[in-house]
């Protein structure tokens, strides 16, 4: 059989699958058809596509990148702010305990 177009090479296929079932006696065949695949895009990207991924990102939340970086000043004052919040929750649960008796 020569095959000339993709219905003749189709044709091939299941025949050929037909006969391989019947001599093997093949009940059952599994396939990864089901496997999903990656749903990250550029998870497997190189460096080259870092401009892409930040121009899609972009386009598509409306922000754009801040390229300054947190000196010390910064970090201790966020530092500070979380401490306190902390404390004033652990004060507020620490003042209603009787409450959950």
Sequence with gaps: MEIKNRKLFKELVKKLTMELLDEEGLEE?????????????????SKDDEKKKKKRLKKSTGYKF????LDDKDLKQINKLIRDVVGDILRDIWLKRSAWK
């Excluded at 801040?66 to 970086?69: F, I, L, N, Q, Y």
């Design 29 to 45: 065949i599994t396939t990864t058809a089901a496997v999903p695949g990656y749903q990250t895009p550029f998870a497997f990207s």
């Design 66 to 69: 801040v390229t300054e970086a």
